[in-house]
Structure formats: C-alpha cells, structure tokens
C-alpha cells in the first residue's frame, strides 16, 4: 500500500471511536454477507465450469 494511501486511511479511521451497532447497522451487515456468500458460491460454481470445461479439452 502507498504511503499516500496508507496516511489518508489513517486519518480517516483516527477519529473513529468505538461504539455498539445499531440494530438496522446490524440488519444492513447481515443482508451485505448474505449477499457477498451468493457471490462467492456463484463466483465458485463458474469456476468449476471453467475449470472442467478446460480439462476436457486435455
């Protein structure tokens, strides 16, 4: 990571203090890794399908 980057980061998250989610915080995480766990199977699935299409051309 740059350090332009890495410098910007920091003093974004410098103030940030910590604090208890707020139910819909928490409703919103909960619906963003549902969301982000169909991705990943999807992302798996296409790459199964890739990855057997290209061994039977072997």
Known sequence: MEQRVFRSWKETIVGDTV???TS???S???KEN???KV???D???RYDI???S???LD
Do not use: H, S
Request: hydrophobic share 55%; net charge neutral; no cysteine.
């Open 28 to 30: 919103e995480l909960k």
């Open 24 to 26: 819909d915080e928490v």
């Open 34 to 36: 549902q969301r982000l």
């Open 19 to 21: 604090r208890e989610a």
């Open 39 to 41: 991705m990943i199977a």
């Open 50 to 52: 890739v990855k057997k």
């Open 54 to 56: 290209l061994d039977m």
């Open 43 to 45: 992302l798996v699935l």
